[in-house]
């Protein structure tokens, strides 16, 4: 072999190298590159992502007040029933107390 069908056969040999390179960083970008569109549509689901959290936290903070309010509510109506309960107690012991005494007030005459 001579010198100048060395350099040809090294030329070619770097050139079908250069074009299997060049096709190979072709394909990986291809196939990992991501589209616009798709990095729009992940923007758009986290930002919805974000104010569905945001309402769901909204929701929990309005339920804990409202149970709040409820179990509030709830005491201080307990707590008039037993108020009302100890009330009806009381005259119905004091209309015992003067049915008999009427009873007996009339037994006397």
């Not at 104010?51 to 005491?75: G, H, K, M, P, V």
Request: hydrophobic residues 45%; contains cysteine; aromatic residues 8%.
């Amino acid at each position: 072999m001579s010198r100048t069908e060395f350099v040809i056969a090294t030329a070619i040999i770097l050139f079908v190298a250069f074009c299997l390179g060049w096709f190979a960083n072709w394909l990986i970008h291809r196939f990992t590159r991501v589209a616009a569109g798709d990095v729009a549509q992940l923007d758009r689901m986290s930002q919805e992502l974000h104010e569905a959290e945001e309402t769901r936290d909204q929701a929990i903070t309005y339920l804990q007040q409202r149970e709040a309010e409820l179990t509030n509510q709830l005491s201080q109506t307990e707590a008039e029933l037993r108020a009302a309960m100890e009330g009806l107690r009381d005259a119905r012991h004091e209309a015992e107390e003067l049915r008999g005494y009427i009873e007996r007030v009339t037994q006397g005459t």
